[in-house]
């Protein structure tokens, strides 16, 4: 046999993105909003899913899955609030992907779950690219990592419905120009929602579970809130 | 940075295919990937040569066809590529864009025998 040429055309990433709408099917049928919260590390994710489940356990059952390098630190502390989460350890691995997830959603109590938390692992570039199954992406930018993320990491910020401006309590001292930041996020994304919050003081926060309420209320009323 | 997932799915897929037609083996991979894609050539072809060993795929070679990095002005329609730092219209220097090229990442096609 001679040398044939095969024509393709396939996404590399095809296969997660399948596995994501499957994911998205199985959440769905459940009504449970599922949130994927990315940022680098050390922004503030698990400081916000803390802050988020303090405030809204009496209101929403809520179940978490976070990502991490290695160690169950988080998933410990997170542990502590009496809400189910599941840790998976990506040993070399810089994102979550689809099959993780998957995975995870088989060890959770679906039934007794509205609102999914994943926390993503802390990197800017490769969770963008992965879906999970999510209904919404949220990214977290903390004050000290400056305004000119958005042109350094542009696809995250072209995915993201929320982005949070988290530790504004640091706004005073530092050089962090907000209204530039907000035309650099809404030149790539004029969709984004853009929210200044202080996981530590509080500031800011009800705007957020506002949204989390609302889109929740949108999920229960008419099936998936997916964009 | 996420080399290792890509290279798996660009080994399934040529191998898939391949099987479809009865390949007995595969000797040229085209892939064609975005320059925003963050993805390193060098790395993809180190992964292959690990991944691919003991399959009908091992030795075959990768061609990498770069997509560039072309947005859109939402003002004013203008097509144009940035450079670094500067994502504004070179034509009414708005900075509100839409990214039209450079995220591609698929497997264009697969040379078999």
Same mark, same amino acid.
């Given at each position: ?7 393709? %055309? ?15 099917? =199985? ?21 916000? %899913?803390? =802050?988020?489940?303090?405030? *809204? ?23 502590? =609030? ?27 109590? %679906? ?5 999914? *938390? ?5 990197? *800017? ?69 853009? *929210? ?32 | ?61 990768? @061609? ?36 039209? @090229? ?6 264009? @096609?697969?040379?078999?025998?």
């Amino acid at each position: 046999m001679g040398v044939k040429v095969l024509t393709i %055309l396939e996404d590399i990433l095809g296969a997660n993105a399948e596995k994501a709408r499957r994911n998205q099917d =199985q959440l769905d049928k459940h009504g449970i909003l599922t949130v994927n919260v990315m940022s680098s590390p050390g922004a503030g994710k698990t400081s916000l %899913l803390l =802050q988020t489940i303090s405030r *809204l356990k009496q209101k929403a059952r809520i179940g978490v899955i976070e990502g991490d390098v290695a160690s169950t630190i988080d998933a410990e502390n997170i542990k502590k =609030q009496g809400v189910p989460v599941i840790q998976i350890n990506i040993p070399g691995g810089c994102h979550l992907d689809a099959n993780m997830i998957e995975n995870a959603l088989n060890n959770l109590p %679906l039934g007794d779950i509205d609102l999914l *938390l994943i926390e993503n692992v802390g990197n *800017l570039i490769c969770p963008a690219e992965f879906a999970l199954g999510e209904h919404k992406r949220v990214m977290l930018l903390s004050l000290p990592e400056g305004d000119d993320k958005p042109y350094k990491y542009p696809l995250m910020f072209t995915e993201a419905d929320v982005v949070l401006i988290n530790k504004i309590d640091l706004l005073p001292y530092m050089e962090f120009n907000i209204p530039a930041f907000h035309k650099a996020v809404t030149g790539l994304n004029p969709k984004a929602k853009i *929210l200044p919050v202080s996981c530590k003081t509080g500031e800011g926060l009800e705007d957020w579970f506002s949204w989390l309420l609302d889109e929740m209320r949108k999920m229960r009323r008419g099936g998936s809130v997916a964009c | 940075m996420h080399e290792l997932g890509i290279t798996q799915g660009i080994l399934s897929i040529a191998l898939e295919k391949a099987n479809e037609v009865q390949a007995s083996k595969v000797t040229k991979i085209n892939l064609v990937i975005g320059e925003l894609s963050g993805v390193v050539d060098e790395c993809v072809q180190f992964y292959f040569d690990l991944l691919s060993k003991d399959t009908i795929a091992a030795q075959a070679s990768l @061609s990498f066809e770069r997509t560039p990095n072309k947005l859109r002005c939402r003002s004013c329609a203008t097509v144009f590529s940035p450079n670094n730092l500067d994502w504004a219209c070179p034509n009414c220097h708005e900075a509100k864009i839409e990214i039209i @090229s450079g995220r591609e990442c698929y497997v264009d @096609s697969i040379e078999v025998d």
